[in-house]
């Protein structure tokens, strides 16, 4: 017997009625990006790894998944680099292209290529899937879709408040009660500064972007392996652990980093983030409600070491589920491509953990994933000719319909209509053919009713 066929690890296949999930999330986050004037791009899957490397912090970059040269690409490789091993530097010379980690290096990339051509501020979204090297669990696939919104040439913090209101939009359509968290690198660079770590920037905030997954303690742990002191992992205790509301959280930070220039900066740009959104809001204890929370949350650090500004990320309320949307400003990204001085600040929805999350709620709508409104039963020769008429006037006004193509036994064709969750179905025999009318049936409530064409169309509609 041959061997049943399999797809790699953390990746999935998507049938019918998931695709029909997954066009309802596209969709949605689609229509609210054009609500606020964004445009679609697309760039290829494959980007150079002159591209990709370095973009992303050491972690990342052995997350790459990289291409083999085409040909014979051990050519120009000696016995003596064989026989090393040394993976990474084999990889450079064998290497020249990568699948694309996330879309806003490939996006950064696009802006300078076709910078002639693009009206500054420009606002795009980008709905492509993105690969990672990771190890595959739950909720953490190789293979996953993101869901991007990205502004460049503006250094207006306007756009922070339009991407946070743009993220409550979502997932209020969606009806996913949500926390959206807030922070800023420049918080975070200050409190390196005033505990003398300044050189220990990423070294912290990767160590502190753990804390939800790994706890205090072995975030504490890392921290001395990255070569802080006691002491200085000591000073960040009451900083990593604060509490209260945005406003007294901000207020304290102020306070411990009245020294730092870059993190006073910091708390001024959140503090005129909040107070926007709180201007469109109510006030629920002291925290701006939306219609979802928004917190101030100083272990944010979001590990991607482009993030120089605001940063944000997202995570349901009512199930199990890591980050399921995050982002920030990266004003130094393009300079990396030849275009200094450009500032950008994006989100991205990750659409395969939002799709777990409402299936996890049961969420969608029955039309959702409904694709046939309307099925057709087939008893045979003259009724499908009688019926074909009928059917093309009913596709014609909107509604998806479709004749069911074998004369087989009633039972199989209903069951057909059932497994595919289709709400109507039509019959028409002798007596409705010489009527010339239909009968529809309800499939939900088994209620039948004899109706012209047109009354068809209509009860449907």
């Known amino acids: 017997m041959a061997q049943k066929p399999s797809i790699p690890k953390g990746t999935r296949d998507f049938g019918p009625v998931e695709m029909a999930k997954r066009n309802y999330i596209f969709n949605t986050i689609r229509s609210v990006y054009e609500l606020y004037g964004f445009q679609q791009i697309e760039t290829p899957a494959q980007e150079t790894l002159q591209t990709l490397m370095g973009k992303y912090g050491e972690e990342g970059d052995k997350l790459l998944f990289k291409i083999l040269n085409s040909g014979d690409y051990l ?6 680099e064989l026989s090393e091993r040394n ?23 696009y802006v300078v290529m076709h910078r002639e051509e693009l009206q500054l501020p420009f606002k795009r979204y980008q709905m492509q899937p993105v690969w990672r090297a990771d190890r595959p669990q739950k909720g953490r696939y190789r293979e996953f879709y993101q869901f991007d919104g990205d502004v460049v040439g503006s250094d207006s913090l306007l756009n922070e408040v339009e991407l946070m209101q743009i993220v409550d939009t979502v997932f209020t359509r969606f009806g996913v ?21 300044a050189d220990k920037i990423v070294d912290i905030t990767v160590a502190i972007d753990k804390l939800d997954k790994i706890g205090i303690d072995n975030v504490n742990a890392e921290l ?9 992992i000591q000073k960040l205790q009451p900083i990593i652990m604060l509490e209260g509301t945005n406003e007294q959280k901000l207020e304290t930070i102020a306070q411990v980093l009245a020294s730092s220039e870059t993190g006073l900066k910091g708390v001024e740009e959140t503090k005129y ?63 990396i491509f030849g275009m200094p001085g450009l500032s950008g600040v994006g989100i991205s929805f990750g659409v395969d953990r939002i799709y777990d999350v409402l299936n996890a709620l049961d969420l969608y709508p029955k039309d959702s994933v409904s694709a046939t409104q309307l099925l057709f039963i087939n008893f045979g020769e003259k009724e499908t000719e009688y019926c074909l008429p009928i059917l093309s006037k009913v596709r014609a006004s909107g509604i998806r319909s479709e004749l069911y193509p074998d004369a087989a036994k009633m039972k199989k064709q209903m069951s057909y209509a059932n497994a595919k969750h289709i709400p109507f179905v039509v019959l028409a025999g002798d007596n409705e053919i010489a009527a010339q009318k239909v009968t529809l049936k309800n499939m939900e409530t088994g209620e039948q009713l004899l109706v012209t064409p047109d009354e068809l169309i209509e009860k449907v509609k």
């Not at 009660?177 to 770590?197: D, F, S, Y």
């Open 75 to 80: 050519n120009k490789i000696t016995d003596e």
């Open 87 to 109: 993976t990474l530097r084999l990889a450079s010379k064998i290497c020249e292209k990568g699948l694309r980690y996330d879309l806003t290096v490939p996006f950064a990339r």
């Open 177 to 197: 009660r949500v926390q959206i968290k807030i922070n800023n690198r420049k918080i975070l660079t200050g409190i390196a500064e005033v505990i003398g770590a």
């Open 224 to 232: 001395r392996e990255d070569g802080l002191s006691d002491e200085q």
């Open 273 to 335: 983030i909040l107070s926007m959104l709180n201007g469109q809001c109510s006030m629920v204890n002291g925290q701006c409600s939306m219609v979802n929370e928004i917190q101030l949350d100083l272990t944010l650090a979001r590990g991607l070491s482009y993030y120089t500004g605001a940063i944000f990320e997202v995570k349901a309320l009512d199930t199990p589920m890591g980050s399921i949307s995050g982002g920030g400003r990266y004003d130094n990204l393009t300079g």
